[in-house]
């Protein structure tokens, strides 16, 4: 019987964990594998032309949690409950503390609860984890490099097991006179990030995934991007920065379990 976390907040708290409740036995496979490909064919050939393919949308599964002594709760334990787990507005990380797990966690809503009672007191519920993606993602990593030249190389490995790009959080604090950044993914074809025309000493946080860029000052600095967000590629990126600065990376990675 496993304990989990949903919410920043430990089943311990309620003396819930993850379980089966007598030969029902729940089983999560996490279903990343499941892809579509893409592929057409045309009258006059016997092969198909395959494009790539597409992954899930999500991962569904069932779970059921019941207090490990199987006691029953009261009525106001249960609104507290069912208030901490379901009909939350946005989505929440819950980690499944269990060895082979690591610190991976989805990002999901806990929906269509159901409470399991014995004897008429409940003792535990039943729902189905709907996530946001098709795979599990670790705690937010930060890498922080300072680089004093005007020129740099720096190494980052991408530890996601998902074939995907990685698009980061970043910080750049720009040091001494320097005005502008430019981040060469040599990694990726040499694709080439670029802010220029900053002021002296500025600070900018970038939301590669989210599209977001905001300047400490207020200046709009998005009108000197050259409208390239910034990714990893999977596995070993090698990166050339131009430009002293202060860069640090914040990112979880993207972890594809086979189930458990």
């Known amino acids: 019987m496993?304990?989990?976390?949903?919410?920043?907040?430990?089943?311990?708290?309620?003396?819930?964990?993850?379980?089966?409740?007598?030969?029902?036995?729940?089983?999560?496979t996490n279903t990343y594998s499941s892809i579509e490909i893409l592929k057409d064919r045309s009258s006059k050939r016997i092969e198909s032309y395959y494009y790539g393919r597409r992954l899930a949308d999500s991962i569904v599964f069932p779970m059921e949690i019941l207090n490990e002594n199987l006691n029953s709760y009261t009525m106001n334990q249960v609104q507290v409950i069912q208030e901490w787990l379901f009909g939350r507005a946005e989505p929440k990380?819950?980690?499944i503390l269990e060895p082979g797990m690591s610190n991976a966690s989805y990002q999901c809503w806990l929906n269509n609860p159901s409470t399991i009672s014995i004897d008429g007191q409940v003792v535990g519920w039943s729902f189905d984890v709907?996530?946001?993606?098709?795979?599990?993602?670790?705690?937010?990593?930060?890498?922080?490099?300072?680089?004093?030249?005007?020129?740099?190389t720096i190494e980052f490995h991408n530890l996601s097991n998902v074939?995907?790009?990685?698009?980061?959080?970043?910080?750049?604090?720009?040091?001494?006179?320097?005005?502008?950044?430019?981040?060469?993914?040599?990694?990726?074809?040499?694709?080439?990030?670029?802010?220029?025309?900053?002021?002296?000493?500025?600070?900018?946080?970038?939301?590669?995934?989210?599209?977001?860029?905001i300047a400490e000052?207020?200046?709009?600095?998005?009108?000197?991007?050259?409208?390239?967000?910034?990714?990893?590629?999977?596995g070993f990126n090698r990166l050339y920065v131009d430009g002293r600065c202060i860069l640090t990376f914040r990112n979880r990675f993207q972890m594809a379990f086979s189930g458990y």
């Open 163 to 213: 074939e995907d790009y990685l698009y980061p959080e970043m910080s750049i604090q720009l040091l001494d006179n320097s005005t502008f950044i430019l981040i060469q993914n040599q990694s990726d074809e040499d694709r080439l990030f670029q802010i220029s025309g900053m002021r002296q000493g500025e600070s900018v946080f970038v939301d590669n995934n989210r599209q977001i860029m």
């Open 130 to 152: 709907e996530c946001t993606a098709p795979y599990a993602l670790t705690d937010i990593v930060e890498t922080r490099y300072e680089l004093l030249n005007d020129a740099s």
């Open 93 to 95: 990380f819950l980690s």
């Open 217 to 234: 000052s207020g200046d709009n600095v998005f009108q000197h991007f050259n409208l390239n967000w910034f990714r990893f590629s999977p």
């Open 2 to 28: 496993s304990v989990f976390v949903f919410d920043n907040v430990s089943s311990q708290v309620f003396s819930l964990r993850i379980a089966q409740l007598g030969n029902q036995n729940t089983k999560v």
